[in-house]
């Protein structure tokens, strides 16, 4: 029975598969809250570092393309993409392929001002887009457009702490300040007493380590069965009974299995058929993902949901290089669960049965799936140079690592919604 269950996303990655996407990356860009308001989207044609300058207005075009081709629902999650655009795209109103609720127009520091640009803003504003101004400084060139603007972003670790307040000051009146390259939660705390609105950088990533007495009983749920999950022989009575303490488990598991994802002839309404339906294999599985998505729930959705592209874009990359023999899926999967459960992540590795190779990963050493991981990392950072480098080294072509992590961004997303 499990064997049926092993891959019941197969026929949605062969659908997402059918487009031929190039390079892309998104990095989130959160409210105060936490919550996701955007992502700022960085593409790239091709494994080639083609995307560095020597042609940026042609680069920008090819942009406005992939984005209409992958969509931005799922690029975006329904939410507003921040897009780098040069005088070019603007002045010719390129940027007007694009849908204006959810396109935030990101105008470079290398952009010349003048009165046709002006004009130009004026008309997106009223058509509904909002402006945003890229790496903002004192004195900068752009401030004839800081009026226009919705959004200014200041790189966070650029400027000096006293600065930063005076432009919160000057500009904060009659546009959204955001701060970039926050990367820690202190860094966090600091942008929002300042009175930035928006925060883009990876400090929803780090974990802020909480004494073991301190973590909730739900919590301690959520490790208790990413426990029983990774045992040699599973408990089918022990992760009944977690599941059952948890009423929301209870109900994602059902939803879960009578979801279009197995498109089950009869639906399953109790928790013990739903795990004999699922076999061990596949049990394994939702355990880890229910867990996951269970103890992020009071976390930033970016978290959980980089969790989920991770876990699978390394099992698809892993079917591909043949580095299978450690479960990779879990490797991603648990790349980021010291942020969610605010472990140190070498506590959560000793109380995880896990293998060799998936440990050392996990806690930064070298290992046979390590390439794998660092490439994974590499793409979601953007970092072009480092996915061309890992993709040659593990004999990757683009088609290869664009296709795969396309395919992790809709697998995600459906199952997030799960």
Partial sequence: ?????????????????????????????LQSDEKVFGYELLFRDGVANSFSGIDPENASRSVLDDSMLMGFDLLCDGRRAFLNCTRDVLVHDYVTLLPA????????????????????CRRLKASGYLIALDDFVENDARA??????????????LTAADRLATMVSRYGSHSRMLAEKVETQEEFRAAKRMGFTYFQGYFFCKPEMLPAKQLSPNRLNHLRMLQAASRPELDLREIET??????????????YLNSSLFGLANEIQSVRHALAMLGEQETRRWLHLVATLAAGQNKTSALVLSALVRARFCELLGAKTRRANSDLFLTGLLSLMDAILDMPMAEIVKSIA???????????????????FQLVLAQEAGDWPRVADLAKQLHLTEDDVASEHWQAMAWARQISGA
Wanted: net charge positive.
């Fill in 1 to 29: 029975m499990s064997q049926r269950f092993a891959q019941p996303h197969a026929d949605q990655d062969r659908a997402a598969a059918r487009p031929a996407p190039r390079f892309v990356a998104r990095q989130p860009i």
């Fill in 101 to 120: 609720r959810q396109t935030v127009v990101e105008i470079l520091e290398t952009v010349k001002v003048d009165e046709l640009l002006i004009g130009t």
């Fill in 144 to 157: 004839p457009l800081s009026g226009l603007a919705d959004i200014i972003k200041v790189d966070f670790r």
């Fill in 242 to 255: 977690l599941v059952k303490g948890e009423p929301s488990l209870c109900y994602r598991l059902l939803r």
């Fill in 354 to 372: 896990l293998d060799p190779d998936c440990k050392a990963v996990l806690l930064g050493n070298a290992g046979a799936s390590a390439p794998v």
